[in-house]
């Protein structure tokens, strides 16, 4: 399953409905439908639909998730609406709409068409991508046998969810050659959701930056910059004299700087405050120094949609309602999608300071879009590199060298770095439940609820589906009671609640009718059934979900699959007292390390930001 899939978000603020969601609403009652359906006739009415057309019954919930309570309706009305579930496939949809339609489902039918284009433009948001080509998506709508792709991009625009986008060319040397052909304007394509985040995001980070004033005069500024480092020096001058900043640094480095900048602000009478990932993030960093730190999550007030979309959180803080703050200082700010990277900026009020914080060449976030590499890219906004501290301790001397493009034997007298070989992908498993299990309590006495396993994908035999499923046959087996969770079992949030954010770990204590009892690190909640779906075993999380948070122990489970030097070094840097690799990618984890970058991705924010 893809990242970007697990962490879909619906987001907006209650007051600015122009705000991008994240899972489009269900569409509005068709009065030919009759009286809308509740949830559980709806989901009953799917179940049947897919019983007569030969769909698996397990794909019931999810549609119903995505389309709403009236999807059996409309996926009779349109068959290949079925494409906008995550998982479904052109293939499935074209025998789902034969078993619909009969011989009325023709390959030339508009509605096909116009599902495809979207499909195919989700498809590449999945990989990151917030546009493609238009002359990308038109092949890509030959090769499944779209007579007319030209008319089902018209038709997909029309419904207003595709958004067609010209892009200037970039001019080089050669392009200023007398006899040189000026560039053509790129046409292309993109999901609105994104597309309108996006130039959200921008829009944002341009206010931000106009309506910025010092918040500190120059002689409290001098005064706080006296002793400090010149790189610390430089981080706290840009967070007090402009709208926006990007600070770069390693992990440790940058949350001692962020306290230290926050601290210092609030000591002279500026309302800051440090946003972590997630809750427990925010703990572990006010642990270390005593600070006000929260989730970003929490900060912009996260409920319940009152309009009832499928799987939509929103938030209160918006332009209507922005933050009472004057700084504000996120962590691991390049895990911030464009959708989530909207809906903060514009929680911000004019004149309000926002440092963004990230590794240097961090992963890229879970959904759509890159807006710290691309507001960096932009060169609109100051950017400081803190210097990195020496290395001192096992892990982050490898961790550093990884970054650094090498992956090295590192000397750990107390076990602090512990390799373990395995010799594919059974006994990668194998290993990471003797880890969990009883290696790393035993021997080094950390609990088992202070070890987190990471590893780069959910799917394949060693993936965080395969890994959850064995150590949950060790430490708490049983038969799913509650929706395949039991009480015992650890979860991670998937997709935001409002409870908490996505990568949240918390554990099953009871369920039933009302819902799931869950005990996250702000205390007991209760979860819907209908938001039950939003999370998934947590013993094992993927190295996107974990990141932000660091753990006493990691097992980062390494295999060949989606491997990349980004991804490599933020695993290795959640550990806080030991870190187990299970190698089982055998020469590939030395070559992602030393090649293998973050995949590219195809986004708008870096031009958008200077137009």
Partial sequence: ????????????????????????????????????????????????????????????????????????????????????????????????????????????????????????????????????????????????????????????????????????????????????????????????????????????????????????????????????????????????????????????????????????????????????????????????????VTSLHRLLEPHDDPSGAPGAVVYGRGEQRPLDLDLVIVTDASALDVELCAVLVEACPDGAHLVLCAEPDAPPPAGPGRPLDDLEASETVPVVTLDAAPQSDPIGTLTEAVRGGDLVAVDAPGREVVIVPADGHEEAVHRTVQLVTDSIPRALGIPIDDVQVVTPTTGGDAGATALNTAIKARLNPGPGRFGGLDPGDRVVVAAPLPHAAVGETGTVTGGGAHGLDVEFPTGPTVISPADASRLRHGWAITIDQARGTPRPAIVAVMTPDGLSRPLVTTAFGLAHRHLSVVQGAGPNLAKAVRDTPAPPRRTRLARLMTQ
């Fill in 1 to 292: 399953m893809h990242a970007a899939e697990e962490a879909a978000r619906a987001v907006r603020p209650t007051q600015a409905p122009a705000q991008p969601q994240a899972q489009p609403p269900a569409a509005p009652p068709d009065p030919r439908e009759g009286p809308p359906e509740g949830p559980h006739e709806g989901l009953r009415a799917l179940t049947d639909l897919f019983a007569e057309t030969g769909v698996p019954a397990p794909l019931a919930a999810r549609t119903a998730a995505r389309l709403g309570p009236g999807a059996a309706g409309r996926l009779r009305d349109d068959p290949w609406r079925l494409l906008r579930v995550p998982g479904v496939g052109p293939r499935q949809a074209d025998h789902f709409a034969r078993a619909v339609l009969g011989p009325d489902a023709r390959p030339d039918d508009p509605r096909r068409g116009r599902a495809l284009v979207l499909h195919l433009l989700t498809e590449a948001a999945r990989a990151g991508h917030t546009v493609t080509p238009a002359a990308d998506v038109v092949s890509a709508l030959e090769r499944v046998q779209v007579a007319d792709p030209r008319r089902a991009v018209e038709a997909a625009l029309d419904e207003a969810e595709v958004l067609a986008l010209t892009e200037e060319p970039e001019f080089d040397e050669e392009a200023f050659e007398e006899d040189a052909e000026p560039p053509e304007p790129e046409e292309t394509l993109g999901p609105a959701r994104w597309a309108l985040a996006e130039e959200a995001a921008a829009e944002g980070f341009r206010r931000l930056t106009l309506t910025a004033e010092p918040l500190l005069d120059d002689a409290t500024v001098k005064g706080l910059r006296d002793g400090l480092p010149e790189d610390r020096s430089l981080a706290l001058t840009a967070a007090l004299r402009t709208g926006v900043s990007v600070l770069r640094g390693t992990p440790r480095d940058l949350a001692r700087t962020a306290l230290d900048v926050a601290a210092a602000a609030a000591g002279a009478g500026v309302r800051a405050a440090v946003a972590a990932p997630t809750d427990r993030a925010a703990t572990v960093l006010a642990a270390a120094d005593g600070a006000a």
